[in-house]
């Protein structure tokens, strides 16, 4: 019997007992997508969140550099070329005295025209710099210092430390929680498919009397496992799926609309999803049927 024939006997024989045991492996399937729509749930909200982290530290990435007052324009243009190849810087902005007064007139209402009271412009040139990420700011503020025409670099060390804090706690939390749901849901599905399989020892061991091979036998089990996990990664997508646009249309807008919008299922995601279910339950499958068909 070819590979293709044989996969195809093992297909259809699951197929079979499935609509057999209908009663039981709707039980399964729904072990399945319950376990695996809660892992999905978990580590979407915690993608969502990280994703969320990621806007707000945006605004972790800007500094504000200022020249000194004997850098002319050209000069200050040529710190910009200079600035921006660096590798961790993403944008450079040369920012003119002349509209850095204007900023500072208009931070006041424009109540203290401050050229007209002193007699002249006293700031000096500036930049505004965007380095890529949070984790670069600091490496970005200790080369800045380096250059002979900076003067001082407006940065919130202490702001970013925490963020970078909470984004890493965030992610190994994230991590250990996730490991732990995938254990939980392996265990649960383990022990629905083991009961399922139990019940049919009669029928294997008939199979084995009248000459099938332990893996002719464990093979039908193993596919019914793959089954169990294609159907039920199916449903929890459709479930999650349905809920988060029902939530979408009725959650006010804010923080916890941003975190939906995140947390919203794309096609990695789905393909996660059905990764996941298949391997816990064809895995399931397989420890099950080696155990039984070994005893039997």
């Known amino acids: 019997m070819g590979w293709i024939s044989l996969f195809a006997f093992f297909l259809e024989e699951a197929w079979v007992n499935l609509r057999r045991h209908l009663v039981a492996s709707l039980a399964t399937v729904s072990t399945v997508a ?171 061991r008939i199979m084995q009397l009248v000459g099938a091979t332990a893996w002719t036998v464990r093979g039908p089990l193993i596919m019914e496992g793959v089954l169990y996990g294609i159907f039920g990664s199916l449903l929890a997508v459709a479930i999650l799926g349905s809920l988060m646009r029902i939530l979408s249309e009725r959650v006010p807008t804010g923080f916890a609309q941003g975190l939906l919008h995140a947390c919203q299922l794309d096609s990695m995601t789905v393909m996660t999803v059905l990764g996941l279910g298949l391997l816990l339950a064809g895995t399931s499958a397989l420890i099950a049927s080696i155990r039984l068909v070994r005893v039997v």
């Open 34 to 204: 319950l376990t695996v729509g809660l892992w999905t749930s978990f580590t979407s909200a915690s993608k969502g969140l990280e994703t969320l982290l990621a806007w707000e530290g945006k605004k972790l990435t800007e500094l504000r550099v200022g020249l000194k007052l004997w850098v002319k324009e050209e000069q200050a243009k040529q710190v910009v070329e200079k600035v921006q190849k660096l590798p961790f810087v993403e944008q450079v902005r040369f920012v003119h005295k002349n509209e850095a007064l204007k900023q500072m007139e208009r931070a006041y209402g424009n109540a203290v025209p401050f050229q007209e009271l002193i007699g002249h412009n006293p700031l000096p040139h500036s930049l505004e710099v965007v380095c890529r990420s949070p984790e670069w700011v600091t490496q970005c503020q200790k080369v800045l210092k380096t250059f002979p025409e900076v003067d001082w670099i407006g940065h919130h060390p202490e702001a970013v430390e925490r963020f970078l804090a909470i984004v890493n706690g965030v992610k190994v939390t994230g991590a250990a929680l996730s490991l732990v749901l995938a254990l939980v849901a392996f265990a649960l599905i383990h022990n629905d498919i083991q009961i399922t399989v139990y019940g049919r020892r009669n029928e294997i």
